[in-house]
């Protein structure tokens, strides 16, 4: 059986070849987002998306990626621009930091949904009350060719909508409800269905979404009882699978979306109900 590269593998192997395809709409950007304005596009490639955004005057631009081969391309082709490379699940930025963050053509890469929450997480914690978020993505075809590798995986996965390319990579399409849970703690401006180019000259449905972030809400799960027990669930098999009960190392594994480690807070307080209940 063929090993699967990791996604920082994939796109290390592919940086120099692969021309990323999923547009920005920058006049509808530009109406909602002020030229002044700090962005940060997690998940940022090349920088081909913040090259646009520094040609049409913005300039507080930051850009982070997994891959470094990407990244060594990006400040090659575009030094002018802020990219790092980074692989840790928080984001390495303050909480109010930006007025803008760009998600486009991530969330296929992620397959897991907690990883998925989790990113949605960071990034409402990193924007600004009233910023905006942007985001485009692959959802789910009905085509032959895509229904027939969607079945293909769905057991492997148990996730509809994961596929490998013979490349040796898994990606991942959504449903719009997928979506909706996801951006459910952003108010809508836009949601737009749109049909894509992928990166291998395919077609496929896809989606732009821009929202609002309202500091109100807990995060992208939803309400904080759902909150709760997607991480709940999360660290339970933590426990079970390593026996490890030490707080430091459940704080390091599985820090929770409101970042409150200082005066403690819901997620933290798992910890001690899953120690009293195992």
């Known amino acids: 059986m063929k090993t699967l590269l990791t996604q920082e593998e994939y796109w290390n192997k592919v940086a120099e070849e692969k021309e990323l395809t999923t547009p920005l709409p920058l006049e509808v950007f530009k109406k909602n987002v002020p030229v002044n304005a700090r962005i940060l596009d997690v998940g940022c490639g090349y920088g081909r998306t913040l090259h646009e955004l ?6 507080a631009l930051s850009g982070i990626d997994i891959s470094r081969k990407m990244i060594a391309r990006g400040r090659r082709q575009y030094p002018q621009l802020d990219l790092k490379q980074y692989e840790g699940t928080r984001l390495p930025f303050e909480d109010d ?22 990113l949605l997480a960071e990034i409402h914690r990193v924007l600004r009350k009233d910023g905006v978020i ?30 490998e390319l013979r490349e040796g990579v898994a990606f991942r399409h959504h449903s719009r409800a997928r979506i909706d849970k996801l951006t459910s703690s952003f108010t809508p401006i836009i949601f737009d269905s749109v049909v894509y180019t992928t990166m291998n000259g395919h077609k496929s449905k896809g989606l732009y979404f821009l929202g609002r972030c309202g500091k109100e809400t807990g995060g992208p799960i939803g309400s904080a009882k759902e909150a709760a027990c997607v991480w709940r669930k999360r ?11 030490s707080r430091s190392l459940w704080l390091k594994q599985f820090r929770c979306p409101c970042h409150l480690q200082r005066v403690g807070c819901l997620f933290d307080l798992l910890f001690l109900i899953e120690l009293s209940g195992n």
Do not use: H, M, P
Not at 54 to 59: C, F, H, Q
Not at 106 to 113: G, K, N
Not at 137 to 163: A, M, P, T, W
């Open 54 to 59: 520094y040609e049409a005057g913005y300039t």
């Open 134 to 163: 942007s985001i485009n993505d692959f959802l789910l075809n009905s085509d032959q060719r895509n229904v027939e590798r969607y079945q293909r995986y769905e057991k492997k996965y148990n996730e509809y909508g994961i596929f």
């Open 97 to 118: 930091s930006f007025d803008a963050v760009l998600l486009l053509a991530v969330l296929t890469c992620i397959l897991e949904d907690v990883l998925q929450e989790q």
């Open 235 to 245: 660290g339970k098999s933590f426990l079970r699978n390593s026996g490890l009960i």
